[in-house]
């Protein structure tokens, strides 16, 4: 997963969707990541569900991820190939799970109040810039580098590794700098 530029499909969802309504209790004995996304937001809406292609771009309003701690829910939206999740607000554990693992979470509550279903959104990060092509465009603050770096790797497991390999063949040591 990259930090940007991407582009996608904007597929709108509400207010609080939470844990539950991303992947449903049910399936949550499932351990292959794809049977997960195959019920992502089952809970939610099931015509959505199955419209939901790889490469769109979730955009929610308020306190997306609320709930409970599953990092189920990040992961089955990263194995149906969701691009990205524009949020006005998220919990903070899911926001948390969410970087851990490598999902793109964006926090801008104009993109997410001005973004239209399904239209076509570019998302530059390193331009600071959301653009719809009916919606028009959106300022966003910059990714902290440190994040961006553990989305960039696919979460926060690779880019350990990656550091832990890097300082190996360097003949250093661990340090505890980011």
């Avoid at 499909?9 to 004995?29: C, E, F, K, Q, S």
């Avoid at 189920?72 to 006005?88: E, F, N, S």
């Avoid at 076509?120 to 390193?126: C, F, G, H, K, R």
């Avoid at 961006?148 to 890097?166: D, F, M, N, S, T």
Wanted: aromatic content about 4%; hydrophobic content about 45%; charged content about 20%.
């Amino acid at each position: 997963m990259s930090a940007g530029p991407l582009r996608g499909r904007v597929v709108r969802l509400g207010d609080d969707v939470d844990t539950d309504a991303i992947i449903p209790g049910p399936y949550l004995n499932l351990t292959d990541p794809a049977g997960l996304g195959e019920h992502l937001l089952e809970g939610y809406d099931p015509e959505l569900s199955r419209r939901i292609a790889p490469g769109d771009i979730l955009v929610a309003g308020e306190n997306f991820g609320c709930g409970s701690s599953r990092e189920q829910a990040p992961v089955a939206i990263l194995a149906r190939g969701v691009g990205a999740v524009i949020a006005a607000s998220y919990a903070r554990i899911f926001l948390r799970n969410a970087i851990n693992l490598g999902l793109l979470a964006i926090e801008s509550r104009e993109a997410s109040a001005g973004l239209l279903e399904g239209d076509a959104v570019d998302i530059d990060l390193a331009q600071g810039v959301i653009a719809g092509e009916r919606s028009g465009s959106f300022a966003v603050p910059p990714t902290p580098p440190f994040v961006a770096q553990i989305i960039a790797q696919g979460g926060l497991v690779p880019w350990v590794r990656r550091r832990l390999e890097e300082r190996s063949a360097a003949g250093g040591g661990v340090d505890h700098e980011p």
